[in-house]
T-cell receptor
Framework: GAVVSQHPSWVICKSGTSVKIECRSL??????MFWYRQFPKQSLMLMAT?????????EQGVEKDKFLINHASLTLSTLTVTSAHPEDSSFYIC?????????FGQGTRLTVV | GDSVTQMEGPVTLSEEAFLTINCTYT??????LFWYVQYPGEGLQLLLK?????DKGSNKGFEATYRKETTSFHLEKGSVQVSDSAVYFC???????????????FGTGTRLKVLA
């Protein structure tokens, strides 16, 4: 099946710094990608929908100035967590759709210390 | 709104035991239902799906039947292996209004540990 690659898998950063997470569709073009967040023992929550060439659509309660999304090409979407704080520590995972099927990246475990 | 509820884990079984992970849903439309599996250190992978009532999804010995009357999509496997140890997520996909957009709702995940 189609492959979505997410990088990095793990990241530890200091409070106040910014972290960029990349999501690539390796063998197909994705005009739309999705970013999810998962807290321990909770379900995946959709943060935003990333649209190639236009602004991302954020879910209610998600700070767009804190979670910057860029979808500059048909195969790459990036999520930047700006001025990270310990409460941003979480598992972030991207998803791309090909036809009617969804493919997930490997996820990124972010720990802010 | 739409929601997915699945049994809390962890579930610990011996090899060759029978597995059931319960999943129930609420939806306003006619959703498609999925089971995803997440192996340690990896992303989510589609395990199986069903798109309409009474459909049975199956893959790698796992099965789940779309039961509209009980709004359930329980995951079963007759004989688990150590390699099945992973986190299993139940999910639904439903169309948003009349647009071409689909939303995905996930359960909280159930960790399965199979002992040799």
């Amino acid at each position: 099946g189609a492959v979505v690659s997410q990088h990095p898998s793990w990241v530890i950063c200091k409070s106040g710094t910014s972290v960029k997470i990349e999501c690539r569709s390796l063998d197909f073009q994705a005009t739309t990608m999705f970013w999810y967040r998962q807290f321990p023992k909770q379900s995946l929550m959709l943060m935003a929908t990333s649209n190639e060439g236009s602004k991302a659509t954020y879910e209610q309660g998600v700070e767009k100035d804190k979670f910057l999304i860029n979808h500059a090409s048909l195969t790459l979407s990036t999520l930047t967590v700006t001025s990270a704080h310990p409460e941003d520590s979480s598992f972030y995972i991207c998803k791309a759709r090909l036809n009617t099927e969804a493919f997930f990246g490997q996820g990124t475990r972010l720990t802010v210390v | 709104g739409d929601s997915v509820t699945q049994m809390e884990g962890p579930v610990t079984l011996s090899e060759e035991a029978f597995l059931t992970i319960n999943c129930t849903y609420t939806a306003t439309g006619y959703p498609s239902l999925f089971w995803y599996v997440q192996y340690p250190g990896e992303g989510l992978q589609l395990l199986l799906k069903a798109t309409k009532a009474d459909d049975k999804g199956s893959n790698k010995g796992f099965e789940a039947t779309y039961r509209k009357e009980t709004t359930s999509f329980h995951l079963e496997k007759g004989s688990v292996q150590v390699s099945d140890s992973a986190v299993y997520f139940c999910a639904l996909s439903d169309r948003v209004g009349t647009s071409g957009t689909y939303k995905y709702i996930f359960g909280t995940g159930t960790r399965l540990k199979v002992l040799a």
